[in-house]
Nanobody
Framework: QLQASGGGLVQAGGSLRLSCATSGRTYRTMGWFRQAPGKEREFVAALRWSGSTTRYADFVRGRFTISRDTTKNTLYLQMNSLKPEDTAVYYC????????????????????WGQGTLVTVSS
């Protein structure tokens, strides 16, 4: 029900935009997580669909922007100034609940997950 796309190979310093389509369904909280090879999945960014709240991991603040298109029911992650350490599979996640700020970075707070899209940043 969540279809992530937009991953690919990019050089360091480049940009990519990830998309997550919801098949027309609206969720009240959506986010992006990533998992690098050999590492645990980690939080990247999340937002309330109402637009009232966004949250970013410290390591992407100022480089990544999360947004949504309410007419297309699509979540985006604009990634700029990419670094080799951003290489990972990026997953979109969603939940029907409106999460508070402190909960938005917790994987267990999301009931729905996309299949992931691979981002590879070369040095």
């Amino acid at each position: 029900q969540l279809q992530a796309s937009g991953g690919g190979l990019v050089q360091a310093g480049g940009s990519l935009r990830l998309s997550c389509a919801t098949s027309g369904r609206t969720y009240r909280t959506m986010g992006w997580f990533r998992q690098a090879p050999g590492k645990e999945r980690e939080f990247v960014a999340a937002l309330r669909w109402s637009g009232s709240t966004t949250r970013y991991a410290d390591f992407v603040r100022g480089r990544f922007t999360i947004s949504r298109d309410t007419t297309k029911n699509t979540l985006y992650l604009q990634m700029n100034s990419l670094k080799p350490e951003d290489t990972a599979v990026y997953y979109c996640a969603a939940d029907e609940g409106a999460k508070i700020f402190s909960s938005m970075a917790t994987m267990s707070q999301y009931d729905y997950w996309g299949q992931g899209t691979l981002v590879t940043v070369s040095s």
